[in-house]
């Protein structure tokens, strides 16, 4: 027994632990090694298009991975009066629009289909599942036909109602995944208390997966925001256009001025980044949220 004693507190001395330190930090020194090398090449292109936007397009064709001479905060401002204004609001309200209906809608059908038993069931899971193999190039003439249908062509619908649609499927399933880690337990006792479904739904399964939720924001942001074939085809006047459409035609209206449209190309992809920083805690968690069941 002793020297069992003796044994333990010999694994345990301040020696041991720090060498099984050393080993972690040695063990753990290339992994950073390849996230450091993948952050440089991820973050590099962006560290360029930010100085070469505070440029004229002369030094941007003499020297453009230099810093600036001069920094032109002038450039932003010539983007933001000549056009990506418009185009900015445009996308702020197709944004906010399609993450509102995809986030509720999605969070609605997982609801369903967790928490109800009814015939066509699974087979309404697998069309869902089904969903996310449809390529929004096969789709996009019968599409395009039925939006004239409804009447809805160059209108901010035109692209609500198809983002709404396309992202649907993923969302369903991701909210899915964790609505199941719900404990029929904690439903069950609402439901004695006295909640209806909807209360039950709105103030117990919403509450509790807010991060998954905030998570399918994130994910429908970043592809309503730089979604460029539906905005180009579905929409016709300068007034509606969003940002990816909106530049193609600004560069063309500024006659190839590269300092302000990099400017432009800035003020475009700023939200997205600002949207992902602040909600990266949630969207961790969302993601790892339903991981094991589902």
């Known amino acids: 027994m002793e020297t069992d004693k003796a044994t333990v507190k010999y694994e345990y001395n301040p020696g041991t632990r720090k060498l099984f330190k050393q080993k972690a930090i040695l063990g753990s020194v290339p992994l950073y090694t390849i996230l450091l090398f993948y952050f440089i090449i991820i973050a590099y292109p962006l560290f360029w298009m930010i100085i070469n936007s505070f ?54 059908g997982a609801y369903g289909l967790t928490r109800f038993n009814f015939k066509g069931k699974n087979l309404l899971l697998i069309f869902c599942m089904g969903g996310m193999m449809l390529s929004p190039q096969v789709s996009l003439v019968p599409l395009y036909k039925l939006i004239q249908v409804l009447g ?52 117990i399964f919403i509450p509790l997966n807010l991060p998954i939720l905030l998570t399918g924001v994130v994910l429908t942001a970043y592809f309503t925001w730089n979604e460029f074939m539906f ?45 992902f920083l602040f909600m990266q805690k949630y969207f961790i968690r969302g993601l790892a949220s339903g991981s094991v069941k589902g």
């Open 55 to 108: 440029k004229t397009t002369e030094e941007i064709f003499s020297n453009s991975w230099a810093l600036p001479q001069s920094w032109l905060v002038s450039n932003y401002v010539h983007a933001w009066n000549t056009g990506i204004s418009g185009y900015f609001f445009n996308s702020a309200l197709v944004t906010v629009s399609t993450c509102l209906g995809t986030v509720f809608l999605s969070a609605l």
């Open 231 to 275: 905005a180009l085809i579905f929409i016709d006047s300068e007034a509606l256009k969003t940002i990816p459409a909106g530049l193609m035609q600004f560069r063309d209206a500024l006659q190839t001025n590269w300092g302000v449209l990099l400017a432009g190309l800035m003020i475009s992809a700023t939200p997205i980044i600002i949207l």
């Open 152 to 203: 809805i062509h160059d209108t901010y619908l035109a692209l609500i109602l198809p983002y709404i649609a396309y992202r649907i499927p993923i969302t369903i399933l991701l909210i899915r995944a964790a609505f199941l880690e719900v404990p029929k337990e904690l439903e069950e006792s609402a439901f004695l208390d006295g909640c209806n479904t909807w209360s039950v739904f709105t103030k």
